[in-house]
């Protein structure tokens, strides 16, 4: 088969996947998880079809799919094919090394990672980079940045630990301080985007990291917006950041309402605040005008998103980072 790829023509071997295809001609195809967990390498079919080897309906909106995009890394030609990406995202992708200069344990599976660049990396809050660890050779992994960018290049990442994950266990059961890294990004398309509506931020786990960065910026960026920011855990013992959530909270230019949920709590805990699960609570805060943005595990993001639309909230201000570890330790 052969594929138009912004015009350019690309030759598809038996079996191959558009994004294979691509990257094996030489072109810079946006991509990162390959499994379909990211979407990292959506492009939108113009011609032709195409077997898809995972529903897309996980990562692509609704509006997406109707405007004919699919992921590049799920997709096997059944006819020649014509697509259109944008480029500009890999185009602005880089790799910058840097060493590790401080490490935190943040509950008792989840580490935060200090690195200081060589140089300073540009992305958005919220996005995303494939870090490598230098003990690990070219091993990679993908994790989100837990600031906005800083003017001293230095980059938070906050890791949690995964049964058989290398990096993850690296990070979480010995110091790495000291050693050399690097970081590859931007990747993704998780960041505030500009609107006067209400914000509901829901994150599970370590998916509070680019929340944590999000916030920081619009707060920096003088946003004016009422925000709600719902957090899941299991116990209480797994709640972090509480300091820095207050922080912000206190500083923000309008109301800001914080919801722990603790999803494994004991019955006879001396916790007081809500139980269940966090989306249990969602209706209670979510309306039709709110622009709401989900991390976590993709569990929670579907069942989520799901009670979202229940609630009246438009497809196209749902904006998640499904964080799996299918393909690495994010």
């Not at 898809?52 to 992921?71: A, C, H, K, N, Q």
């Not at 070219?138 to 837990?146: I, W």
């Not at 249990?280 to 709401?292: G, M, W």
Request: with cysteine; proline share 5%.
């Amino acid at each position: 088969m052969t594929a138009q790829v912004n015009g350019l023509p690309v030759t598809i071997q038996a079996g191959e996947t558009l994004l294979q295809a691509a990257l094996r001609s030489g072109i810079a195809f946006p991509h990162s998880c390959r499994v379909g967990g990211c979407a990292t390498c959506k492009c939108r079919l113009l011609s032709g079809r195409v077997k898809e080897l995972t529903r897309p309906g996980y990562v692509l909106s609704d509006d997406e799919l109707e405007r004919g995009y699919i992921l590049a890394c799920q997709s096997v030609a059944l006819t020649d094919i014509a697509v259109e990406v944008d480029l500009s995202a890999q185009q602005a992708r880089s790799k910058v090394a840097g060493r590790v200069i401080g490490q935190q344990r943040l509950t008792h599976d989840i580490t935060q990672l200090r690195i200081q660049l060589s140089e300073s990396l540009q992305y958005k809050a919220g996005q995303f980079a494939q870090l490598s660890l230098a003990p690990l050779g070219e091993l990679e992994r993908s994790y989100s940045f837990a600031t906005p960018v800083q003017p001293d290049a230095q980059v938070q990442f906050f890791i949690r630990k995964v049964v058989g994950g290398a990096l993850s266990t690296l990070v979480n059961e010995r110091s790495v301080v000291g050693e050399e890294v690097v970081v590859d990004g931007p990747l993704g398309d998780f960041w505030l985007r500009p609107a006067d509506a209400p914000l509901l931020f829901i994150a599970g786990g370590s998916g509070l990291a680019p929340v944590l960065a999000v916030l920081r910026d619009a707060l920096h960026a003088s946003v004016r917006r009422p925000a709600t920011l719902l957090f899941g855990a299991r116990e209480e013992h797994d709640l972090y950041a509480l300091e820095e959530i207050k922080a912000i909270a206190q500083d923000w230019r309008a109301a800001f309402e914080f919801v722990p949920v603790l999803s494994g709590a004991a019955a006879d805990s001396s916790w007081k605040g809500r139980r269940g699960m966090v989306g249990d609570y969602l209706a209670q805060h979510a309306t039709p005008e709110s622009h709401a943005y989900l991390c976590g595990p993709p569990a929670m993001i579907d069942a989520c998103s799901a009670t979202l639309a229940q609630c009246g909230v438009d497809s196209k201000h749902i904006h998640a980072d499904r964080f799996t570890t299918i393909w690495g330790d994010k």
